[in-house]
């Protein structure tokens, strides 16, 4: 009898111990009030240009999830661009990064856009998602991240009914117990900038728009913008999503024309170089336009989750 007491209470003690240690190493869940730190651009690396290398600098003191917002390397992206361009300077912070395509990622050296993206899952690997598709999640603190592909010929479509419509609705759906949403790809659906807005992944807006999301941040503008929360239509709301462009990572050139037509528009500054850096709450969101050395424009704020 005091045999079996005494195994019971071993068995119950090494029960607890588990729990506890699990209860320390588990990372936090929805719910949990840990802020999570990201940080990052796109139209990053050149090695024609030295302002990829200051945004660098910038991640390294920044700690957290690094994220890119396409264009990664330029002018195309070669093996040798990830090689020589990208891995000097962005490339240090690899191992904490979450990237997404670009356009360029596809361009082969004539810079026609008929590459299957291979030197970037090549250098990502694991990283990037699965091979070819360029789309995946993952979870920061009590925030559920959604990482899209806005190349959608590449991708196979960007409709609801298409694979990568499909997966995101899926997606969305098994993760709707997370307090707050944000996603990032390469094209916004509204800019201020020349050529660079794309209608074509409106359905990924009106998905995310659908299941609450909060946040959409994407690169291609070689600028920043800020816009008030608005539906896909472009109508402002308190429910719907806000977008920020940060594609200030260090290409220069391109996109220098702004009109200030587009809706919804809050900040915008052309020819700046920075990183975007985003604190996600339990219940809220901070942003922080990080500029570079010798640059004076910033811009920050907080948001509610819906």
Known sequence: MMKTIALSASVALGVLLACVLAALTAGPGAGQTRTATLVGAGDIASCSQKNDSATARLLGNISGTVFTLGDNAYPYGSTANFRNCYDPTWGKYKKRTKPSLGNHEYYDKNYNMTTAAGPYFDYFGARAGARGEGYYSYDRGA????VLNSNCDKAGGC?????????????LANNANHQCTMAYFHRPLYSTGTNVAGPDVKPFWSMLHDQGADLIVNGHAHRYERFAPMTPNGARSENGIRQIVAGTGGAGGGDEISREDAPNLQRVKVGTFGVLKLS???????WKFVRAAGKEFTDSGTTSCH
């Open 143 to 146: 925030w559920h991240i959604v």
């Open 280 to 286: 996600l709450r339990a219940d809220s969101y901070s």
């Open 159 to 171: 409709e609801s009914d298409s694979p990568q419509g499909r997966w995101l609705r899926n997606d």
